[in-house]
């Protein structure tokens, strides 16, 4: 064999639970240790070692992440009463994403895989359409009451120095409902200037959209956010690299998605991004050939694989059965931070060969070879179900001839 790939930087490696942490094993024993010279700061972010941490080593990773600009991260447990039980730990331990998310003040883009025999749902979709969803405020930071008759709710403002200021919400003359909503200019800034640098990455038009026609301040203020951060410190770089910045309402930008053939990122505000999500990772297939990057706005990256720990496989997997886990997500996920790591430090070798790593798995699926939850979705004919390891293997072996 040639010598291996030599890295310069370290990768901040986050290791997690269950079966993805299996998976996360099998593909650094089985695609990268033997042709990389890897070079990454561990943490181990499993549940049992964050309750044995009191969960600093979340904290860590994430500073580390930082520090080095470049992590990849396994699935991991986000505990509820059932695992504090399971796991006998000492607290309801916060969900580690949440925690890295908000350390690195990100935005997550996710992006399918797309592989020929999978039709999206969509026949016009040709190319993955990325969502970026902002992760602050609005509904999720809400402020809600049931009203009675004969209230009346007004939005009262106290300045600084004690002034109110004061609009009626409603005269409710029969029962009804209120919620209070905010977001901060500094989260929409962080936010457009995660999702501009992405475009600008990952070559591909941006989308932004609200609802700026009936919410005349609060979603024109993100429209205006958005616009004058554009103006001020990307136009000539997306002039440059030919791509655009398209603003339009969230009714427009649904119709234009389903019509379009894709290839572009589509900026959601809170809302509308955890919806849409939802339902262009199912229209486009598989939640377990989904990825996602966490994109800080000063462009730090954090890559990882959009489903959870796969659980259910796990007790199997536990019990000495053979599982047949879809591992794609995760190893894309180790694709994309190699490749960035290899960009940032001009290390072509690193950067080519996690092209051919992602080619080589795409083209394993291709030609029929696939996990069980592939081969219910994949209209090929001929096809090949195989186990989580032997998937990995098959890999390898088209990898190591491309090599
Ligand atoms: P999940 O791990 O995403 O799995 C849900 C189901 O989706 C699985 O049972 C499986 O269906 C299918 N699936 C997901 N990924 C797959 C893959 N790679 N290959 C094949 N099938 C796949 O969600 P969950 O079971 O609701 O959550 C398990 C744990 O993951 C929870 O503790 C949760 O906190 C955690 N979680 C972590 C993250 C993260 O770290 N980013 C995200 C979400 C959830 P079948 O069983 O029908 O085969
Ligand atoms: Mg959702």
Known sequence: ??????????????????????????????LLNPYIDLKTEYYDLGLKHRDETNDQVTFDSA????????????????????????YNLKEMWKSPNGTIRAILDGTVFRTPILVKG????????????????????????NVEMQIPAGAKAELVVTDQDGNESRSTIHDFQTPGIIQGVHNLDKSIGSFARSCFNFALDTKQDIWFATKDTISKQYDHRFK????????????????????EYFYTLIDDAVARVVRSEGGYIWACKNYDGDVMSDMVATAFGSLAMMTSVLVSPDGVYEYEAAHGTV?????????????????????????????????????????????KLEQASIQTIEEGVMTGDLASLSNLPGKTVVDTETFLKEIDKRLAAML
């Open 224 to 243: 205006d956010i958005f616009q004058e951060i554009f103006d001020a410190e990307y136009k000539e770089k997306f002039d440059a690299a030919g791509i």
């Open 63 to 86: 500073e580390a992440t930082k520090k080095y600009g470049v992590a990849v991260k396994c699935a991991t447990i986000t505990p509820n009463a059932a695992r504090v039980e399971e």
């Open 311 to 355: 659980q259910r496989h796990y007790y199997k997997h536990l019990k000495g059965e053979k599982t047949s886990t879809n591992s794609m997500a995760t190893l894309f996920a180790w694709t994309g931070a190699l490749r960035k790591r290899g960009e940032l430090d001009g290390n072509a070798a690193l950067e080519a060969f996690a092209d």
């Open 118 to 141: 999978i039709t999206p749902f969509i026949p016009t979709w040709k190319k993955p359409i990325t969502i970026a969803r902002h992760a602050y405020g609005d509904v999720y930071r």
């Open 1 to 30: 064999m040639a010598d291996k790939i030599q890295m310069t930087t370290p990768l901040v490696e986050m290791d997690g639970d269950e079966m993805t942490r299996i998976i996360w094993k099998m593909i650094k024993d089985i």
